[in-house]
């Protein structure tokens, strides 16, 4: 019967129009334009925690449709959840996507010391507990503006228990300037006698 199917110029036709149905070439505009664009595109990648991707997207898209008009570019950004795919930045001037890549980094740079300065940090300091009172003072009133103004808390432990570590937690430089007055406080004390 593959014989005659060979045969039969008729069938061959049918054959090769059912064949070419499922496969449609695409129009040669189109594919001229997407040899265009694979040609001359350059692209460069951009590695992010996945939490910092809201920083590119921004809100509703704006800070990427942005970064696309200025920069004529296309930005690729991974999907939620997906673990170390970069970001792609490309487009057909080098210049203009080597210059979208450092906007990107800095906004990213940008993103990462706000929540660096914003994220509240404990920082542990040792402090000799017969100091503990003094550092103290009467109903609090040598430590008390040291919290006040710094907006820290500052935990000591309890009198029963023996440990010489005081808990400082507040924004970053305000945990460091705590421990420097914590520091200035205990030298004004004279050493403990055992």
């Not at 170390?84 to 940008?110: N, S």
């Amino acid at each position: 019967m593959s014989s005659r199917l060979n045969n039969n110029p008729f069938e061959r036709r049918q054959v090769m129009k059912v064949n070419q149905e499922k496969s449609r070439p695409l129009p040669p505009w189109m594919s001229r334009m997407r040899a265009q664009w694979v040609e001359e595109t350059v692209s460069e990648t951009v590695k992010a925690d996945n939490c910092l991707f809201g920083v590119i997207i921004g809100p509703g898209g704006s800070t990427m449709k942005e970064l696309q008009v200025k920069y004529n570019i296309r930005v690729l950004v991974p999907r939620k959840g997906s673990k170390d795919e970069p970001i792609i930045v490309e487009g057909k001037d080098k210049t203009l996507v080597k210059d979208a890549v450092l906007r990107i980094k800095a906004l990213i740079a940008e993103e990462k010391e706000r929540r660096r300065v914003t994220t509240p940090v404990s920082q542990t300091l040792c402090i000799p507990k017969a100091l503990h009172g003094k550092v103290i003072g009467l109903k609090g009133q040598n430590i008390r503006p040291v919290t006040q103004a710094l907006k820290l808390k500052i935990k000591f432990p309890n009198k029963n228990d023996n440990s010489d570590e005081v808990t400082l937690t507040g924004l970053p430089d305000q945990v460091d300037q705590g421990i420097s007055r914590l520091l200035n406080l205990v030298t004004r004390f004279p050493p403990c006698r055992a």
